[in-house]
């Protein structure tokens, strides 16, 4: 019995592990330092790129941050504001939006009423001239304005239901901005190379697909590259099997393909910089692949590569010390140290989106729940 008792502690401890794998994330500010937020119950600056080789990530934890425990965790970079948006951290309040003031380090929590909106279900994108975010939800397109918030504010924000695009009942979000221009990839019966556009500042949806050259017509996520000034004109597409990464350019209406991450990962999280894309894969490493957005030659050699300065997102409980993730607004604190300690949920990454418009959605069993099932069965099976 006491063997069996053992091995059923293992089991849970190896579940939770997988558990806050998925509920972090990553994100740029405005200076270009890689934030890691979630990580073993705690957040991260990175710094540039020039640093991860040989530098140290800094602990940013502060009090008032959420305390990621959401399967569907995603977070966005306002550049006006320097401002990191983050959705699905708390399970206590699912709606609410947790707001980063990347330059004050400290959080606040944004009330939000839904108005029908869905963001369990939803893949979001954050505009870049409007700081409004455009997502879709059972189909339809909503919106919700930040305004300039770096804040939040004492009143809660409404999410309202802009259109239905005409997508289709089954259609798997795969959304990148562009131009202030929502692009939809993996439309049924669109050609593979092509996107359907939502254009923002005039809230319409063009008839007609736009071709961008040679990409597969399948699942995956979308990032946009940010520049140092101005919207963005390029993204990443990243399918499910990671064969490839593809960066469309709307500008020339052409695509570059460099090399697929090593870790081939269908619930994996993307974030971009100016030079930067970085996976978050479900079981918590992070690696990124350098990127010049004038030289496709250097693009097109370049590789993957660990970045070791920050920990595993992936941690039992017991090892991390989560914040405080009450929920409510116009909370705000600053100053350093940890919060309480949080209980994370039992999935593994799912959807997750960042600012530029990362896509992915929700998979019908979560990573998670298939490694953690097939080792339950692996320690009952030793005991027959």
């Known amino acids: 019995m006491s063997r069996f008792l053992s091995l059923l502690s293992l089991v849970s401890l190896s579940l939770v592990g997988l558990a806050n794998a998925g509920s972090s994330c990553v994100a740029f500010d405005v200076s270009w330092n890689l934030l890691a937020f979630g990580f073993n119950g705690k957040d991260y600056s990175a710094g540039t790129q020039d640093s991860w080789a040989s530098g140290t990530a800094t602990d940013i934890t502060t009090t008032g941050r959420p305390p990621f425990n959401g399967a569907h965790t995603s977070c966005y970079l306002s550049q006006f504001t320097n401002a990191i948006y983050v959705m699905g951290a708390d399970t206590s309040s699912p709606s609410s939006v947790h707001i980063y003031d990347a330059t004050a380090k400290s959080w606040s929590i944004q009330s939000v009423t839904t108005n029908g909106f869905d963001p369990a279900s939803a893949t979001a994108i954050l505009d870049h001239d409007t700081n409004v975010f455009y997502a879709l939800s059972k189909g339809e397109i909503f919106s919700l304005d930040m305004g300039l918030l770096k804040a939040a504010n004492t009143s809660a924000l409404s999410w309202t239901d802009v259109q239905n695009p005409g997508l289709g009942d089954n259609y798997e979000p795969v959304m990148a901005l562009a131009q202030n221009h929502v692009h939809f990839l993996n439309v049924p019966d669109v050609a593979a190379g092509s996107a359907k556009i939502f254009v923002i500042h005039f809230s319409f949806m063009q008839p007609e697909p736009q071709s961008y050259g040679n990409f597969p017509a399948t699942h995956g996520q979308a990032t946009s590259f940010f520049k140092d000034t101005g919207v963005q004109q390029e993204f990443a597409f990243i399918p499910d099997d990671g064969s490839a990464v593809y960066v469309i350019n709307v500008e020339t209406n052409t695509t570059q393909t460099l090399k697929g991450p090593t870790v081939k990962d269908p619930n994996a999280s993307y974030f971009a910089s100016i030079d930067s894309l970085i996976q978050l894969s479900s079981s918590g490493s992070v690696s990124y692949i350098p990127y010049k957005a004038d030289t496709p030659s250097a693009n097109s050699a370049a590789s993957w590569t660990s970045l070791s300065i920050l920990p595993s997102a992936a ?70």
């Open 315 to 384: 941690s039992s409980d017991s090892d991390s010390d989560s914040g405080s993730g009450s929920s409510g607004s116009g909370s705000s604190s600053g100053g350093q140290g940890s919060g309480s300690s949080g209980t994370p949920s039992g999935s593994a990454r799912g959807a997750a989106a960042t600012s530029g418009g990362v896509s992915a959605t929700l998979p019908s069993i979560s990573t998670g729940f298939v490694m953690g099932g097939a080792f339950v069965f692996a320690v009952f099976a030793s005991l027959l």
